[in-house]
């Protein structure tokens, strides 16, 4: 699994609030097939189609309270809204330059990999600009 995966995983799957881990309610169990297929109208009725089952609607996960409930709950005061480095030890990530590095490489960053400020400012908005398109409401002043 990738970095950007596990902490995507973290915020929004299992361990995130549309899971059962940290917090938050189990994902619902799939409808039973039988839920989902239209009733047969009887034979004296006038042929009416039967309303079928919507899919769920996936709602997009703040990512900002997500994170600052974690935080609140680990009663920690790391500064995960700039710094990769602690964001990922709030997500109880391996921080180390290694997958920092690898993180870089799967983002995109063209830079130098040798966990400079500047490598580590891009990961920190690249990441949030990333959890954006993956169905994630960031706040435009962490995506910048």
Do not use: C
Request: hydrophobic share 40%; net charge neutral; glycine share 8%.
């Amino acid at each position: 699994m990738s970095i950007f995966s596990k902490i995507k995983s973290a915020i929004f799957g299992e361990k995130g609030p549309l899971g059962s881990g940290h917090f938050g309610t189990p994902k619902p169990a799939a409808p039973a097939p039988a839920a989902i297929a239209p009733t047969p109208a009887p034979a004296a009725a006038p042929a009416a189609p039967a309303p079928q089952a919507a899919p769920a609607a996936t709602q997009p996960v703040d990512v900002e309270a997500v994170l600052s409930g974690m935080a609140s709950r680990k009663n920690s005061d790391l500064n995960w809204r700039s710094s990769i480095v602690d964001l990922m030890k709030l997500l109880d990530l391996d921080s180390s330059l290694d997958n920092r590095k690898e993180l870089a490489t799967e983002l995109g960053y063209t830079g130098a990999k040798d966990g400079s400020a500047e490598m580590n400012i891009w990961l920190h908005k690249a990441v949030m600009r990333e959890l954006a398109k993956n169905g994630g409401t960031v706040p435009a002043g962490l995506q910048d």
